[in-house]
Each structure stands twice: as structure tokens, then as C-alpha cells.
Nanobody
Framework: QVQLVESGGGLVQPGGSLRLSCAAS????????MGWYRQIPGKERELVADISFATGTNYAESVKGRFTISRDNAKNTVYLQMNSLKPEDTAVYYC???????????????WGQGTLVTVSS
């Protein structure tokens, strides 16, 4: 009943910028944490950044100073502003959310389908 819809991926030149968006829809009571992970084929999925009310923001060391995560509570949406992009940032980026379901008050985790980011000249 809850779905994450990602957008904003695409092709960008090295040094360029992209902004990813992830909107959560459905019967949500409250969102604890939303974040972004990325995965390169043949490698494990890794945390890029996340944001929560309790702990604030958390970034992978490789993206600190370049990426910024933010959240619009009214829209149940999380954003990832990616600046100074490098070829090694190329990956499928997945949105992740941990929240309480409104109907049952269960605490659940949901993943988006992923959006491809390609950094190349």
C-alpha cells in the first residue's frame, strides 16, 4: 500500500549536478528515515546519504561536501542534490524509507525501483 517513486536520474558531465527526488505515497503515519543508496553492477549496494528526525543527516565519506540530502515533510519527499559529480558516482540510485504505517502502526522498510545516474563526457 506504500510506494516510493524516484525521479531525477539521467546523464550528466563530470563536474555537473543532478537532483534526485523520492516521493512516498500511501497510508503513512510517520516517516522515521529516508535515504539514498546506490549500486554498481557486480558490487554491493551502499549507503549514499540518509536523513531522520532523530539523528539528522548521514553521508558516505565519498560524497561528503558534494551531496546534500533534504526532506519535505509535507510532501513525504526526500531529495538528493548531487554536485561536482564524478564518473565513479555512476550507479543506480535507490530510495529507501523506514516509516510507520497509518492503518496498522507497523514499522516497515520500503525500497524504490531505482533511477540511473550516469556521469560521463
Amino acid at each position: 500500500q506504500v510506494q516510493l517513486v524516484e525521479s531525477g536520474g539521467g546523464l550528466v558531465q563530470p563536474g555537473g549536478s543532478l537532483r534526485l527526488s523520492c516521493a512516498a505515497s500511501g497510508s503513512i503515519f510517520s516517516i522515521n528515515t529516508m535515504g539514498w543508496y546506490r549500486q554498481i553492477p557486480g558490487k554491493e549496494r551502499e549507503l549514499v546519504a540518509d536523513i531522520s528526525f532523530a539523528t539528522g543527516t548521514n553521508y558516505a565519506e565519498s560524497v561528503k561536501g558534494r551531496f546534500t540530502i533534504s526532506r519535505d515533510n509535507a510532501k513525504n519527499t526526500v531529495y538528493l542534490q548531487m554536485n561536482s559529480l564524478k564518473p565513479e558516482d555512476t550507479a543506480v540510485y535507490y530510495c529507501n524509507a523506514r516509516f510507520t504505517v497509518a492503518t496498522t502502526y507497523e514499522y516497515v522498510e520500503v525500497w524504490g525501483q531505482g533511477t540511473l545516474v550516469t556521469v560521463s563526457s
